[in-house]
């Protein structure tokens, strides 16, 4: 079963930064669109980010705009989510994901409605991020 693996979490004080990692050894990810979500305890899971690799598009949700930059190298088979100023409130497991036929709507479309994260498959394990003082 295709998964991916999210790596780079960790704990950090607010104003903070840390950059996650994503990656699976299944498929190319150069024409996919790749979701980053993340889910704290108690909390329905959240779009917050997504790249169309086909056209390099990208969205991001309200709440992490302007602090978070998703990125993807697609030599290295990578997307990346660089996270600066980091608050306590972005606290929670992240995980990255593929909507295997989708472009650029479907990135629109994940980062403001939860209902479209069904269209994401190969939902990895997740990795940590604390932001605390």
């Known amino acids: 079963q295709v998964q991916f693996v999210e790596s780079g979490g960790g704990l950090v004080r607010p104003g903070g930064s840390l950059r996650l990692s994503c990656t699976t050894s299944?498929?190319?990810?150069?024409?996919?669109?790749i979701g980053w979500f993340r889910q704290a305890p108690g909390q329905a899971r959240e779009g917050i980010s997504c790249?169309?690799?086909?056209?390099?598009?990208?969205a991001y949700a309200e709440s992490v705009k302007g602090r978070f930059t998703i990125s993807s190298d697609n030599a290295k088979n990578l997307v990346y989510l660089q996270m600066n100023d980091l608050l306590p409130e972005d606290t929670a497991n992240y995980f990255c994901?593929?909507?295997?036929?989708?472009?650029?709507?479907?990135?629109?479309?994940?980062?403001?409605?939860?209902?479209?994260?069904?269209?994401?498959?190969?939902w990895g394990q997740g990795v940590q991020v604390t932001v605390s003082s």
């Open positions: 994901a593929t909507d295997p036929i989708g472009g650029r709507a479907s990135c629109r479309r994940v980062v403001q409605d939860r209902s479209h994260q069904t269209d994401f498959r190969a």
């Open positions: 299944g498929f190319s990810l150069t024409y996919y669109a």
């Open positions: 790249i169309s690799n086909s056209d390099g598009s990208t």
